[in-house]
């Protein structure tokens, strides 16, 4: 039996556990998660890949029915259900017309939500078993073919992609609550896989985990020292504790190849251009990491002809 994932998008807490409960009736429904903000949604979409988002338009972030439009102009996107308090026909009339594939009012939840989500669910299958049954044709295929030894699959390390700018946004430091953001101010979403975060006064290494992605806009904050939250994809854990030296520090985010993307030094304000000043590369050996200088290009000198005369 195909189980249809569901991701529910609202921040009303008491509402999300009641559809909750309603959808767990049904075996063929799975609730993969739920998202309180428009940039949870648009992560968790990337990471959970569900069937049928269920939204609410009241949703911080959302700016109404744009956040709809957004999601369905995306490679892959899941059928959206918008959620409103009331069943307006002029509401539902412009939520289609940006790409909804169905509309609730929160009072019809109980009798429609679920013969939509089957029904809507019915149409993104459809494509599903048109693939598999390629898939199953090509692994019939496959299996008269020798045996190879099977590979065990690898995370994806890659460097900033072409139209992604993933920038260092800000550190902050009471003495016991910290963290440092990073934000895309591109137009791709970045893989942040064996991506590192380095604090060069403390000596101090943040691997990024590997499902992580920051999205365009998208601001995640890496949390240390007292009541460090653990919250991904937007609120990451990385130590209980202390991390930035209160007098100043430097952090430095590497990509996955080691060359560095990024700085910021604090309690300065960002320093614009590092003028003729090394660009860092991280080394690591399998057990330690280690930043370096990278060696300076020289130009090479013009070579002056002899004058014959």
Sequence with gaps: MALCRVLLGDDNLAFVDSARRHLAIDPSVVIVGDAQSRHAVLQQIALLQPHVLVLSVSLPGARGLELVRRIKTSAGAPAVVVLALDDLPDYRAEAMAVGADGFLAKSNFGAQALPLIHA?????????????SSFESKEQERQTMPKRTKRTAQPIHSGQLAGAQIKVGRIYNDGLREYITVVNRGTVPQPMSGWVLASLRGERFYRFPTEVIVFP????????????????????????????NNKGDVAVLF???????????????????RGVQRRRRLLHDGETWRVVDEPVRRADKPIRQRRIR
């Design 217 to 244: 806009g998208i601001v995640t904050a890496i949390y240390s020292g007292q009541g460090a939250q653990d919250d991904p994809p937007c609120a990451l854990f990385w130590t209980e504790q202390q991390v930035w």
């Design 120 to 132: 809507l669910f019915g149409d993104v299958s459809a494509g599903v078993e048109i693939r598999r």
């Design 255 to 273: 990509d996955a190849n080691g060359g560095e993307v990024d700085y910021l030094a604090y309690p300065h304000q960002r320093i614009l251009g």
